[in-house]
């Protein structure tokens, strides 16, 4: 306990003799003070060269990689506008084919390669016995009338058809069911016999979509169209038609199952673009205009009277 109150008292002693030579002596203190201010202007800005601005003291490689994010961004946005106007023509185009007037089959057989979603009509049977089925997929309801649930799940069913003209065997969709009549016993009334005209719509194959289950034809499960597997297992062309909403009769399948819907999300794209191409250019433009920061008026002035002594 003494030892602690002879140190408290040997500090306050040191402290006083310090304060007293500092006062009489203006030399050392006006060391100690340029000392002081030469460490702030020090610690200011350690990194920059003092008389030159950030964008002289950046290197060239680093500004023009600043600069590559606007005109990037820029480009991109000027992209989508070409990819929108792309879009809207093929959404025309699809329209355009959709409205048109059918033709025979016989008449365009050679060029179906070209002619996705074009109305075709053709005269034949049906090969009941050999039905497929494609799904699960939900009911379009846009040109169907019927009672059944919009969320209901069920199948298409993929009948082979035997042409008059020309004479070959085709896939048509006839057209959705619900699960609970896929069997056909369960749809007799539906099961059209005997020769029928019928119009429909031009499909390709289609492509599998990431993580969509492989089809499996030895079990008769088909998850997407794949025109080719199907007519090499029943043994037809390769031609594929979705049959049309006339082609509905009562108890059978529900036709018009045809989507053509096309994302057309362009226009977000481009205002995104754009938008990240005028933020970043705008940075980069403050940040080419910034200059070296200075010290505070007050400092600067001290620093300076306390240099010349």
């Known amino acids: 306990m003494v030892f602690t109150a002879w140190n408290r008292l040997y500090r306050a002693s040191i402290s006083c ?35 030159l601005t950030v964008e002289e003291q950046v290197p060239l490689t680093r500004r023009m990689l600043l600069l ?59 090969d009941h016995d050999r039905e497929q089925y494609i799904g699960p997929r939900s009911l379009n309801k846009d040109k169907a009338t019927t009672s059944m649930q919009p969320n209901e799940s069920g199948m298409h069913v993929i009948t082979p058809f035997i042409c008059n003209d020309p004479d070959i065997t085709i896939l048509v969709n006839r057209g959705w069911v619900p699960k609970s009549r896929i069997d056909p016993s369960t749809r007799q009334k539906g099961q059209i016999e005997g020769e029928i005209t019928l119009t429909g719509i031009v499909r390709h194959t289609d492509k599998r979509r990431p993580f969509m289950p492989h089809n499996d034809p030895e079990k008769g499960r088909w998850f997407w169209r794949d025109s080719n597997a199907l007519a090499e297992l029943l043994g037809t062309s390769t031609i594929f038609i979705d049959a049309d909403a006339r082609s509905t009769v009562s108890g059978g399948p529900i036709g018009g199952q045809t989507r053509v819907t096309l994302r057309n999300e362009h226009l977000q794209y481009i205002f995104t673009w754009y938008t990240l191409s005028l933020i970043t250019f705008y940075l980069y433009t403050k940040f080419r205009r910034r200059s070296t920061p200075t010290l505070p008026p007050s400092v600067k002035n001290s620093v300076s009277r306390y240099i010349k002594m």
């Open 17 to 51: 003799v310090t304060s007293s030579l500092l006062a009489r002596c203006p030399r050392i203190n006006r060391i100690q003070s340029k000392t002081f201010a030469i460490k702030l202007k020090t610690k200011s800005k350690p990194n920059l060269r003092p008389g």
């Open 68 to 126: 590559a994010v606007p005109i990037t961004t820029f480009g991109l946005g000027t992209w989508q506008i070409f990819r929108l106007q792309w879009k809207l023509g093929l959404i025309k185009d699809l329209e355009k084919r959709t409205s048109a007037a059918a033709v025979p089959l016989a008449s365009v057989v050679d060029n179906l390669s070209e002619m996705e979603y074009c109305r075709v009509i053709v005269s034949g049977v049906f």
